[in-house]
C-alpha cells in the first residue's frame, strides 16, 4: 500500500518545511514513485521557471551526497539493496557531478590497485618457478 502524499505535502517537501521523519518518509517514497517525482517537478516548474530537471530540484532541496567509503562499497557490489538503489538512483538519475567524478576516482584507484597485485602475483610466481629450477 503506497503512502498517499498530498499535492500540499510536496510542497511543504520542497520548501522544507516537513520534520526530518516526513522529509525522509517523502523522499522514500520519491525514489520508488516517478509520477511523484513528476508532480514534484510540476509544482517546481509552476513557482520556479527556470529549473528544468528533476535531477536539479532534488540538488537544489536535499544534498543527500552519499560519503567516499559508500561509494567504494557501491562501487565493489557489497551494499544491500536498499542503499544500493539510493545511490544508484543519486548518481543517474540526480546525476550528481560530484559524487560522478568521485566514482570515477576510485574506479581508477581500485583498477590500479587490481593492476598492483597481478603484477604481485606474477613477480611472486617468477621467483618461486626460478627457486624450483634451482632445488629440483
Ligand atoms: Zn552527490
Given at each position: 500500500?503506497?503512502?498517499?502524499?498530498?499535492?500540499?505535502?510536496?510542497?511543504?517537501?520542497?520548501?522544507?518545511?516537513?520534520?526530518?521523519?516526513?522529509?525522509?518518509?517523502?523522499?522514500?517514497?520519491?525514489?520508488?514513485?516517478?509520477e511523484l517525482?513528476?508532480?514534484?517537478?510540476?509544482?517546481?516548474?509552476?513557482?520556479?521557471?527556470?529549473?528544468?530537471?528533476?535531477?536539479?530540484?532534488?540538488?537544489?532541496?536535499?544534498?543527500?551526497?552519499?560519503?567516499?567509503?559508500?561509494?567504494?562499497?557501491?562501487?565493489?557490489?557489497?551494499?544491500d539493496a536498499?542503499?544500493?538503489?539510493?545511490?544508484?538512483?543519486?548518481?543517474?538519475?540526480?546525476?550528481?557531478?560530484?559524487?560522478?567524478?568521485?566514482?570515477?576516482?576510485?574506479?581508477?584507484?581500485?583498477?590500479?590497485?587490481?593492476?598492483?597485485?597481478?603484477?604481485?602475483?606474477?613477480?611472486?610466481?617468477?621467483?618461486?618457478?626460478?627457486?624450483?629450477?634451482?632445488?629440483?
Amino acid at each position: 500500500m503506497p503512502l498517499r502524499i498530498t499535492q500540499s505535502e510536496l510542497e511543504a517537501y520542497l520548501e522544507e518545511a516537513l520534520s526530518p521523519e516526513e522529509m525522509a518518509a517523502v523522499e522514500a517514497e520519491l525514489r520508488k514513485r516517478p509520477e511523484l517525482l513528476r508532480k514534484l517537478a510540476e509544482i517546481n516548474g509552476r513557482r520556479d521557471a527556470g529549473v528544468h530537471s528533476v535531477g536539479e530540484i532534488w540538488r537544489r532541496n536535499r544534498i543527500s551526497c552519499p560519503t567516499r567509503p559508500q561509494l567504494g562499497s557501491y562501487l565493489l557490489g557489497v551494499l544491500d539493496a536498499e542503499h544500493s538503489s539510493y545511490l544508484k538512483f543519486h548518481l543517474e538519475v540526480v546525476a550528481c557531478r560530484y559524487c560522478q567524478a568521485n566514482l570515477n576516482d576510485l574506479e581508477q584507484q581500485q583498477q590500479e590497485a587490481g593492476e598492483a597485485v597481478q603484477q604481485r602475483r606474477t613477480k611472486i610466481f617468477q621467483s618461486t618457478a626460478g627457486q624450483l629450477r634451482r632445488n629440483p
